[in-house]
């Protein structure tokens, strides 16, 4: 039986014109042109693209080019994370992504150089994306671990969903954000064991404190692990040494990394200021303790650490804060301010007055440029208005 389309599928295109030449000349009219190129044309540009994650997304495209980039870029891109920082330059902060592929990935925030995102392999040129930020935005999604529904994505991939693709990894966390990446070996020699120690080295101040609480009300001879005065302090500054240890390396210091820095020596200057009596007193009275004679010192952790010098000056709690700080100093600006306060009530040595001193500046000084710089914005924003009701 021959096939009712046999006659079409040898038809070739030459054929078909000539026959519609004729039927033309015998008084005919061609068949209809229903404008199913071009409405199949417009309806590429506007449909969904389905990521290899599963996410599906919609895309601009007023050049041409974007889509067929952001189809390659929500397919698995051969990539691998090499390196990620926060970097802070010029009283702005973006996010640094480089991989092994030679390429360097950066979002910066509303105000900064990279608030249309950046990638140095050179093919986001003219406001659309390349498709490894299109690759990036799918990574940044399926973290958010929101699927439901089409995900709308700015042709610049500044934008994802209802957010901006800075704010997204802000929120996340620049580790959480990376661990989904695939890693180089170099990656997972740096950046993740830097996280690790620390994280390690926080969650080892409540212990400590705990310990010292222990010996207070129940003697060394009633638990395993039981620290006196001496023995506190002795462990607490060594802590403030190793967390200076760990955060050493300023060129690749990363922003979780400093943040879980900062969250302990915070931790540790609140656990001293809290006990900040005399626990040799509280000892005698729990458990018969006999005080030396010069329990002003011995007798009180806070006094013990903070009324004297350290002997290295790494184990000064604001001297460090001020070594590692970076910007997320400011993220705890009132945290900090608040601690500052309740130590000079409660008195320091001359060599903590000087770090504490300079971290409150430090801390001052960031609070006015932020001040300047939405200022700034303010009147740009006013100025915007005004010309646009002027030309009106």
């Known amino acids: ?213 222990v010996w207070v009300l129940y003697d060394s001879q009633t638990s395993e692990y039981a620290l006196d005065v001496d023995e506190c302090a002795e462990r607490l500054e060594e802590l403030i040494m190793e967390i200076r240890e760990a955060c050493s390396d300023q060129e690749r210091l990363q922003w979780d990394v400093t943040t879980q820095a900062v969250a302990a020596l915070m931790e540790i200057l609140t656990g001293l200021l809290r006990r900040n009596n005399d626990q040799h007193s509280i000892a005698h009275t729990a458990w018969g303790m006999v005080p030396s004679p010069s329990s002003g010192r011995e007798g009180n952790l806070y006094t013990h650490i903070m009324w004297h010098d350290p002997q290295a000056e790494s184990a000064s709690v604001f001297a460090v804060l001020n070594e590692i700080g970076h910007d997320v100093l400011f993220e705890y600006s009132d945290q900090l301010k608040e601690l500052i306060q309740r130590a000079e009530a409660a008195r320091v040595s001359e060599g903590h007055r000087a770090e504490m001193v300079r971290l409150r500046e430090r801390l001052e000084a960031q609070e006015a440029r932020a001040t300047r710089k939405r200022r700034g914005a303010e009147r740009e924003e006013r100025g915007g208005s005004s010309r646009g009701r002027a030309r009106r």
């Open 1 to 213: 039986m021959v096939s009712p389309t046999k006659g079409i599928e040898d038809l070739t295109l030459e054929e078909e014109m000539s026959r519609r030449s004729r039927r033309v000349a015998r008084g005919g009219q061609p068949p209809p042109d229903t404008g199913e190129s071009s409405s199949s044309a417009a309806a590429a540009s506007s449909a969904s693209i389905l990521a290899s994650s599963g996410i599906q997304y919609t895309v601009a495209d007023t050049t041409g080019r974007t889509r067929q980039r952001a189809e390659s870029g929500f397919q698995n891109v051969a990539v691998q994370l090499n390196h990620c920082a926060p970097v802070s330059e010029a009283g702005e902060t973006y996010y640094a992504f480089e991989f092994t592929d030679q390429f360097t990935i950066r979002f910066g925030g509303a105000g900064s150089s990279y608030a249309t995102p950046s990638c140095t392999c050179g093919a986001n040129e003219g406001g659309v994306a390349c498709k490894h930020l299109f690759w990036f935005i799918d990574q940044l999604q399926q973290a958010r671990q929101r699927r439901a529904g089409i995900v709308p994505v700015s042709e610049d991939a500044s934008t994802v969903g209802d957010s901006a693709s800075y704010d997204l990894v802000h929120q996340l966390g620049l580790l959480s954000v990376a661990d989904r990446l695939p890693h180089s070996e170099q990656y997972q020699a740096t950046a993740a064991a830097d996280l690790n120690t620390v994280v390690e080295l926080r969650k080892q101040v409540p212990i400590v404190f705990r310990a010292f609480d």
